[in-house]
């Protein structure tokens, strides 16, 4: 059985992604890790022996935090990426990849909300991970922190004006993605409720956000659901795909 590890770091599971990889014959082992496992969280695994993938997801942790899970989920970064496990990072999980990695993550002056514009560098019109993606389209960001300097060695593969790193590959299968592109309508509305002073700050309102979602949510979500489909089928061993 091929096994995707995933990290969750809040409520907010993975999603489109997750139902991709699971349409893919994947199964998926979610750890609750941001929680105490006296308080109903899970245990971080001690390795990867067994995994065919990691997948960590957004949060609302900082990722310059040196809780103990975080310096935990950072060795397992690197040992995912040393092993050249598929490695995929979405928000706080891309601010931490590049963090292990050798990156650095710093807090934005103005937090990203909503609907943003994220346009391909050169080097993303080209990568196969992102064959069929638009060269510029708008993606759902949530956060106030952003990778600064991408891992040594690392390409850019998307920015926009807010953000210089909204998506980085480092090698063949590690990829970080700033913004939430595994957001399905249900998850979109979780947000909107809980995310009530980054709206605020960000200078977005509900009126404002829903009027986002009206104009960019159909291609928002056709270009998701492209993106879980190349990474699921490029990023991922051919070999994995086959066990049922």
Not at 3 to 10: F, M
Not at 123 to 145: A, K, R, V
Not at 167 to 176: L, M, S, V
Not at 221 to 231: Q, W, Y
Request: charged share 20%.
């Amino acid at each position: 059985m091929a096994t995707i590890l995933v990290l969750q770091h809040s409520k907010v599971g993975a999603g489109r992604l997750g139902a991709t990889l699971r349409d893919h014959a994947f199964t998926l082992d979610i750890r609750k890790v941001a929680i105490p496992v006296e308080q109903g969280g899970d245990p971080m695994p001690d390795s990867l022996d067994g995994y065919q993938g990691v997948l960590l997801l957004g949060g609302p942790a900082y990722p310059d935090q040196n809780d103990d899970w975080i310096l935990k989920e950072l060795d397992l970064i690197k040992e995912a990426h040393a092993k050249e496990l598929p490695l995929i990072g979405i928000c706080l999980g891309h601010q931490l990849i590049a963090r292990a990695l050798g990156g650095e993550v710093a807090k934005m002056d103005k937090p990203e909300w909503g609907f943003e514009t994220v346009e391909l560098t050169v080097p993303g019109q080209i990568d196969s991970s992102l064959g069929g993606i638009p060269w510029s389209c708008p993606q759902f960001q949530s956060h106030t922190y952003e990778v600064t300097t991408p891992p040594p060695g690392a390409v850019v593969l998307a920015k926009n004006d807010n953000c210089g790193v909204q998506i980085f590959r480092a090698g063949q299968r590690t990829f970080g993605f700033q913004f939430h592109f595994e957001a399905d309508g249900t998850m979109l509305e979780f947000f909107e409720k809980t995310d009530a002073d980054l709206m605020a700050e960000a200078g977005i309102t509900s009126s404002h956000f829903r009027a986002q979602t009206i104009e960019h949510y159909d291609m928002f979500a056709r270009v998701a659901d492209r993106l879980c489909v190349n990474l699921v089928t490029y990023a991922f061993p051919f070999s994995s795909l086959t066990h049922a």
